[in-house]
């Protein structure tokens, strides 16, 4: 199954998200059905996450919280992995301006539509978290700043909606929501690395969650904000299906058992 004009496979898709194509005999992907698969899919993984969310906040993020704070010590080991989202964040404004830069100065290359989706993904996600972290107002797990109420300092513990300031800001978590809107995309564009997209998240998260930074409600919440706002960045950035820059690796690769596909323009 073949997409129009670019001679590369689409995934598979059951009938309801495919339209026969007559003129190659096989299935053509019809975008509207496409669009409104990802909307559904979405909308579904954040019933998921409000029911895992509800579920570590009864039962979960305390006894996890107190947990850490009683019997894991601080370590770099675990806090290295949760510096490195901050960096990606003060980056994203830059590439994303030098892949704008580079696209109007050359365009027509591939490569440029993955560099514009890396960014765009990462400050979309962040301004949605920003705005959930305001409508949710979440107490933290432990005094960082200003004094802040805390579960492990005063037993202060739950959701605030509606209240701004620092101490209001645990959920859903920043630093898993920049990771993994980046890996959302890494993880369509170059499916032989996700081995290491999924090391990346983990070691972000375990980080995260050992040193008391976050509960674990909001590093669940911030892995699906990052997933989904990916998810769509990656629809809509990349031209044609994002499958393709997949399927650029196997062109790519070398497979004397594999017939070669058919050369696109780039």
């Known amino acids: ?58 039962f979960v993020d305390r006894p996890v919280a107190w947990f850490v704070h009683d019997h894991v010590p601080s370590s770099p080991l675990l806090v290295g992995p949760t510096l490195v989202p901050p960096v990606l964040w003060r980056l994203a404004p830059w590439v994303l301006i030098l892949a704008v830069l580079w696209r109007a100065w050359q365009p027509g ?39 802040n109420p805390s579960l492990i300092q005063n037993g202060a513990y739950g959701f605030h909606p509606f209240h701004s300031g620092v101490a209001y800001e645990s959920f859903p978590s920043g630093h898993t929501t920049i990771i993994f809107s980046l890996i959302s995309v890494a993880w369509i564009v170059w499916p032989r690395w996700r081995w290491l997209w999924a090391l990346a998240a983990a070691s972000v998260i375990v980080g995260l969650i ?34 393709a820059y997949a399927n650029e690796e196997v062109r790519n690769k070398p497979d004397s058992t594999r017939p070669a596909l058919p050369h696109t323009s780039r």
């Open 210 to 243: 050992g040193s008391d930074y976050h509960f674990t409600g909001d590093v669940v919440a911030g892995a699906f904000l990052g997933s989904i706002t990916g998810a769509f960045v990656a629809r809509f950035a990349l031209p044609g299906s994002a499958t």
């Open 109 to 147: 290359r591939r490569a440029q539509a993955v560099v514009l989706a890396l960014p765009m993904s990462l400050i979309v996600a962040v301004a949605i978290k920003d705005q959930l972290k305001w409508c949710f107002g979440r107490y933290w797990p432990e005094t960082w700043a200003h004094d």
């Open 1 to 58: 199954m073949r997409s129009a004009g670019t001679g590369l496979p689409h995934p598979a898709l059951p009938p309801v998200l495919a339209l026969p194509d007559t003129r190659s005999g096989g299935w053509a992907i019809d975008p509207l059905n496409r669009n409104r698969s990802l909307v559904v899919r979405s909308g579904l993984a954040l019933l998921v996450c409000a029911l895992l969310v509800t579920l570590c906040y009864f």
